[in-house]
């Protein structure tokens, strides 16, 4: 019985002593999973671009210190009044990098590109229109072989004035020290072409409308019905353009080829006509040729030049060949009777 019962208290007394154990190595284990947490805004709701951060829009929320994200904030007064560059979808951490100070700072809506255009070609809106206003782009085509006549049409309507002289926000306070020089549009992705088009065929220039009459239903991607128009026109005058071209490079092609053959026949040789002259004893020879009928000097026996140096000739401007005689040939050189040896 003794064996017994000193069995039982050791049994006992062990698994006390491990029950302690256990719980003091789980308590252990439990202690050193605990991860630190701090707070940090994020949004309540979706937030669309542009669209102002105030409070009912964010919320705090813990988040793993080792995880918070660059450009997070616990700071409400460093986000109210300030806009989103960008959509926020909900629960997304409030980040510097996604805030803008002013909804007017310089940022192109999506589906938008800015073009711009001097403002000298539209001195009369120039100083009349400001940042946001809609403005219609009308553009100006002379004559020539892709415009069968003179035209103007608008290409584009209802555009929105994005900057002017690269300023986005309007100060209505400013001095306006000179004209503007430059206005900046934002316009649909879809209508670049239109506008690409228009500024190298023609004269681009701008003219106000009504600020509610544009096409602000047209789907993202598509051109807008004014695009469009302006498009199908130049189209139909570039095919138009072409088929003449082909007609003509056709009759071309039709019309036999007449060769020019260049005159051969030898231009007939003028006829050369001598004379002699003795004065006092001293023999001078003159020749001129027909259409010119003055003399030349070619012989004076007084400058050491004898008749026999000449050369042979015919009334009909053709030279003896070398060796021949002709029929006046006996009154050149020493047999001739008005020889005269040289003084």
């Known amino acids: 019985m003794r064996n017994k019962s000193l069995f039982l208290l050791l049994a006992c007394v062990c698994g006390t002593v491990a029950a302690i154990g256990v719980s003091q190595w789980m308590n252990a284990n439990s202690g050193s999973g605990t991860t630190e947490t701090v707070e940090i805004f994020v949004t309540a709701q979706e937030i669309g671009d542009q669209e102002e951060i105030t409070a009912d829009k964010i919320r705090l929320e813990h988040w793993p210190a080792d995880r918070v994200p660059q450009g ?19 629960g997304e951490p409030v980040l510097e990098a996604k805030l803008m100070n002013e909804k007017n700072d310089i940022i192109v809506p999506k589906g938008y590109r ?147 053959v260049e005159n051969t026949t030898p231009e007939a040789k003028k006829k050369v006509f001598r004379t002699t002259s003795i004065v006092a004893g001293r023999m001078r020879v003159y020749e001129w040729t027909e259409g010119d009928p003055i003399p030349r000097l070619i012989a004076d026996t007084g400058a050491g030049v004898t008749i026999g140096e000449l050369d042979d000739i015919d009334p009909t401007g053709n030279k003896t060949p070398a060796g021949e005689k002709d029929e006046l040939s006996h009154l050149n050189g020493e047999e001739s009777p008005f020889f005269q040896p040289g003084q």
């Open 72 to 90: 997070a904030t616990s700071d409400l007064a460093a986000l109210e009044g300030r806009f989103a560059k960008q959509l926020f979808l909900a």
């Open 114 to 260: 800015v073009v711009s255009m001097k403002a000298d070609q539209n001195s009369g809106i120039a100083n009349l229109v400001k940042q946001g206003d809609r403005v219609d782009v009308d553009a100006y085509f002379t004559k020539n072989e892709l415009f069968p006549e003179t035209k103007t049409m608008t290409i584009l309507s209802g555009v929105k004035v994005f900057a002017l002289d690269g300023k986005t926000k309007h100060d209505p306070e400013a001095v306006k020290a000179r004209s503007v020089r430059t206005i900046s549009l934002a316009i649909r992705n879809a209508d670049h072409e239109a506008w690409m088009l228009a500024q190298r065929n023609g004269e681009v220039s701008l003219s106000l409308g009504n600020p509610s009459a544009y096409e602000s239903d047209v789907p993202e991607g598509e051109v807008s019905a004014t695009g469009q128009k302006f498009l199908t026109w130049m189209a139909d005058h570039r095919k138009e353009q072409e088929r003449l071209a082909a007609e003509a490079k056709a009759r071309a092609a039709d019309t036999p080829t007449v060769e020019v």
